[in-house]
């Protein structure tokens, strides 16, 4: 098992390093230190965030600490998830979304919103001999709703919805965001009129 455990976490450590040329092509010199894991992120199980980074700070030893969702076993998505993450390991934590962030994403062929990126064929060209190198992603995707030693989740209490670029933040009921997520309504922002992030 801890041989599993040590291939999967190698194997996203291994693609990690291999994307970093695709950083000096845009003139990045230096990286900051990090290490990629496979676990669920600060919204827990159930919320919305396949991929997330940490900075510094949060670690002990000051390294970023990125993290792929368990639910995602496709070599291609967890590659791209990576790609993003460390987009902003690269731009620095602090810059959210925002326009460091996203010169970062257009080269490496992710598309869509900043926020929710998605791989287009720029990057499944950049990531296929990188694949074609270290082999599948060795990780099975938990999947349904999770059977663990977590007892259930209390139902009435109001869930946290947030612009993670500019922060605005409210909260509502698990019914009525079922029904749809706010937008960002600070004009200022460049995620001006985007779905918020839905916390667990």
């Known amino acids: 098992m801890t ?9 996203l450590n291994r693609v990690a390093l291999e994307l970093l040329p695709e950083f000096a092509k845009m003139g990045v010199e230096t990286y900051p230190k990090f290490r990629v894991s496979c676990g669920f992120p600060s919204t827990g ?5 396949i991929g997330e980074a940490w900075a510094p700070e949060a670690s002990k030893d000051a390294t970023h600490e990125i993290f792929i969702h368990p639910s995602i076993d ?5 590659a791209a998830i990576l790609a993003h993450e460390l987009a902003h390991v690269v731009a620095g934590i602090p810059a959210k979304h925002g326009p460091s962030f996203k010169r970062l994403i257009k ?15 720029g990057f499944k060209g950049i990531i296929a001999p990188i694949l074609e190198q270290v082999g599948p992603y060795p990780h099975g995707a938990l999947e349904g709703a999770a059977i663990s030693t977590r007892g259930p989740k209390q139902s009435t209490r109001m869930i946290k919805v947030k612009c993670d670029l500019c ?11 079922t029904l749809g997520v706010p937008s960002c309504p600070n004009p200022e922002c460049d995620q001006y009129g985007e779905p918020m992030e839905v916390e667990a």
């Open 45 to 49: 199980r159930r919320g919305k965030r």
């Open 74 to 78: 496709d070599g291609v998505e967890v």
């Open 167 to 177: 922060g605005y933040t409210l909260r509502g009921s698990r019914t009525w965001l």
């Open 107 to 121: 080269p490496l062929g992710l598309e869509g919103r900043a926020c929710a990126t998605v791989p287009g064929e």
């Open 3 to 11: 041989d599993l455990l040590h291939r999967r976490e190698d194997w």
